[in-house]
């Protein structure tokens, strides 16, 4: 069965310092990849997606980037946080067969 | 892109009563899915539900795709059934994308 992982769980982090967020998913091969965040209250916003090792799409401009070295692992970073940058960070994908989510436990990060 | 209301925003349930959560959605979509986010804010699939009804023990979903919504129903409610639900659905072209509607934050209260 497919599972994905997603760390740390929780993270505090100066303004100006550098970032990285990794999520690994198990049991299934050329996933498409997500990263999404989540601010105060309840909407989830999609900041990057990737369809293969190293084809990456942003949809919101920000201070963040991502990566896909590996067909399995996608990478969420950033050179320096911004107090904006505070959130709960999820990972998902999705099955290409009928596009069902799966999420990692995510990663809440607060930047002070 | 297509648009996606859930209703009602909030809700406070006394443990044991029903509730029906709603999900409009503004363009026609081929896979919808429900999600619970529990406390801590891990999201758990509850259904992957395209179209017709399905039934997972005190929850069902129904989702008339033509008529372009979705409902979630939870009988009996209990404490552990609070959290955030969310309804989503893909974008359309490729990719993929998938949108999320704006939640409802149910509270259960013993």
């Known amino acids: 069965s497919q599972t994905i992982h997603q760390w740390p769980a929780t993270l505090v982090q100066p303004v100006g310092s550098p970032l990285s967020l990794e999520c690994t998913v198990e049991g299934t091969s050329n996933p498409n990849l997500y990263w999404y965040r989540q601010a105060a209250g309840r909407g989830l916003q999609l900041l990057f997606y990737s369809v293969g090792i190293g084809q990456i799409s942003s949809e919101v401009p920000q201070n963040l980037s991502a990566s896909r070295p590996q067909d399995r692992q996608f990478i969420l970073s950033s050179k320096k946080l911004l107090l904006s940058d505070s959130g709960f960070y999820l990972c998902?994908?999705?099955?290409?067969?009928?596009?069902?989510?799966?999420f990692g436990q995510g990663t809440r990060l607060t930047v002070v | 892109g297509i648009q996606v209301e859930q209703s009602p925003p909030d809700l406070i349930l006394q443990e044991g009563a029903n509730s029906t959560l709603r999900c409009n959605f503004s363009d026609s979509v081929n896979n919808l899915q429900w999600f619970h986010q529990n406390p801590w804010g891990q999201l758990i699939n509850l259904f992957y539900i395209p179209s017709g009804t399905k039934q997972n023990g005190r929850l069902s979903a129904t989702t008339v795709a033509t008529e372009r919504y979705s409902l979630l129903y939870i009988s009996s409610s209990q404490t552990t059934d609070s959290g955030v639900y969310f309804c989503?659905?893909?974008?359309?072209?490729?990719?993929?994308?998938?949108?999320f509607g704006t939640g409802t934050k149910l509270q259960v209260i013993p």
């Open positions: 998902a994908f999705y099955r290409l067969m009928n596009t069902e989510a799966f």
């Open positions: 989503a659905v893909p974008n359309s072209g490729g990719y993929q994308k998938v949108t």
